[in-house]
């Protein structure tokens, strides 16, 4: 019923989008040719380059979406079932991945819409609705298999209701009369932008749709679906349980160069649904520095430096793992030490680097300094991840995409302590630890069926999930079926 809801919206939206077509701003004569926009401001939600790479008369949506409308309306729906085997295991804990032979469907589906009150001012605001938790509910990993689950609250499962994930405004101050092309997508409605400028968006947003962004690992929706290999692990960004946070992203764009600062709210506990208005005593900053250029060979490449520092309600792992071993406590407990104040920051790298017009490889490296508890995305503090992609034009199917990545994961000492002696996060807890890095491969393909309609296969083999050597291997395939309304 809820995808049929969105199947009408949709249905009236490009008649409705047509009527209210207003022509973009003339270019002046004495302007520049236009020029393409960075890269790494397109759009998250179609096949990375397709724009590139598909005939003009290619078809990637159920519905065709007008590019000089006013308004924006679109939808998505994203179904995943993944299934594991049985695995050994010496032992379990409360939040272990059951070594018991399982399998878990969820879905995702969204509707776009967005609004230009003019050529500089855009509104948006979508409504999702997500179900299914996933194999083991999104617990007993690092790195977890499916980056449409839906978490639990201190166990306890989220409304099933629709909610509004977004709803923001995005201001561009132009810098320059040098224009240049842009891409047309659910969060950027203007197709010309000044190439010098500073865009300000304010309001409800999932910043991982801003920052570490990378044209071959980021889209849950046509290609890889690892939280560590979508996003970069050791980044614990603000969040509440459904991903998504309040605040303001402040960018300055200047043809090869892009700066972007974003003070969002942090949940007022780890994992939590509700966010802390008090930005006095807990907040995230986030600072990301982006370059791009055609330095090797001719080809397309971006080179992206990330920092962050949270401030919030935080535990310690030292502290926890101490009191428990000084027999202050029964059992280790880092919600116990929780401080207001205290702060956890870290620093990522995240580069793209185009190899011919088919082929391209991506990494990631991610350190944070792991002393206070893991508070938004996962129990990570260490990351380094390696990839390649290739567009389906080579195999000619030129709307298909497939890509291969591994990455490995690790945590700081303090949280390999607490964990070893029987600590619970919230998201890993075996009862017990036998360290070692949690290794991960990935390898999708995707195939487009028919206009807006893909289908993938994806393949997940995990070495020590949860850091536990004693725990894994585990083999997960998965299927996952996408429309583009």
Not at 41 to 46: K, R
Not at 392 to 417: E, L, M, P, T, Y
């Amino acid at each position: 019923m809820r995808i049929l809801c969105v199947l009408i919206v949709c249905t009236g939206a490009p008649r409705f989008a047509r009527a209210q077509d207003a022509p973009p701003p003339a270019q002046a004569p004495n302007q520049a040719p236009p020029q393409s926009a960075p890269s790494g401001q397109s759009g998250p939600l179609a096949p990375s380059g397709s724009s590139a790479d598909s005939d003009p008369g290619d078809v990637l949506t159920v519905f065709p979406h007008s590019e000089s409308s006013r308004y924006w309306i679109s939808g998505q729906a994203n179904v995943v079932f993944q299934w594991h085997p049985t695995f050994p295991a010496q032992y379990s804990g409360a939040n272990s991945l059951s070594p018991q032979a399982q399998s878990a469907t969820t879905h995702v589906v969204t509707l776009f819409t967005g609004y230009e009150l003019s050529h500089t001012t855009e509104v948006f605001a979508d409504i999702e609705d997500a179900t299914g938790g996933g194999i083991g509910t999104a617990l007993g990993l690092a790195g977890y298999t499916n980056l449409d689950s839906v978490r639990t609250v201190q166990g306890i499962a989220l409304s099933r209701a629709p909610y509004l994930a977004r709803l923001m405004l995005r201001q561009i101050i132009p810098l320059s009369d040098e224009r240049i092309e842009a891409d047309r997508d659910p969060f950027h409605l203007a197709t010309s932008l000044p190439a010098r400028r500073i865009e300000i968006r304010m309001g409800k947003f999932d910043l991982a749709d801003f920052f570490d962004l990378n044209i071959g690992g980021a889209d849950s929706h046509f290609q890889f679906l690892n939280w560590t290999v979508d996003n970069n692990g050791a980044w614990d960004y603000a969040a509440n349980t459904r991903g998504y946070t309040d605040g303001v992203i402040v960018e300055y764009d200047d043809h090869w160069f892009s700066a972007r600062f974003g003070g969002t709210l942090m949940p007022k506990v780890a994992n939590g649904i509700h966010l802390d208005a008090d930005v006095a005593r807990a907040r995230s900053e986030n600072l990301e520095l982006q370059a791009q250029g055609s330095l090797i060979a001719h080809r397309k490449g971006t080179v992206r430096l990330l920092s962050y520092v949270n401030q919030a309600d935080m535990g310690s792992y030292a502290e926890a793992g101490a009191d428990y071993l000084d027999g202050r406590t029964s059992t280790p407990d880092i919600i116990a030490t929780r401080r207001q104040g205290r702060r956890k920051y870290g620093f990522g790298l995240n580069f793209e680097q185009e190899i011919t017009s088919q082929v391209g490889v991506f990494g990631r490296l991610g350190w944070s300094d792991g002393h206070n508890e893991s508070f938004a995305y996962t129990e990570d503090d260490r990351t380094v991840e390696a990839g390649s992609y290739a567009k389906g034009a080579w195999w000619h199917r030129r709307n298909d995409r497939a890509g291969v990545a591994f990455v490995a994961n690790g945590i700081s000492a303090a949280h390999q302590q607490y964990l070893a002696v029987g600590g619970l996060g919230f998201i890993l807890g075996d009862g017990g630890l036998t360290y070692g890095p949690e290794k991960i491969f990935e390898g999708f393909y995707t195939a487009h069926l028919w206009r807006g309609f893909f289908a993938s296969f994806d393949l997940q083999h995990i070495n020590n999930p949860g850091y536990n050597q004693v725990r894994g291997p585990v083999t997960v395939p998965g299927l996952r079926f996408h429309t583009e309304f």
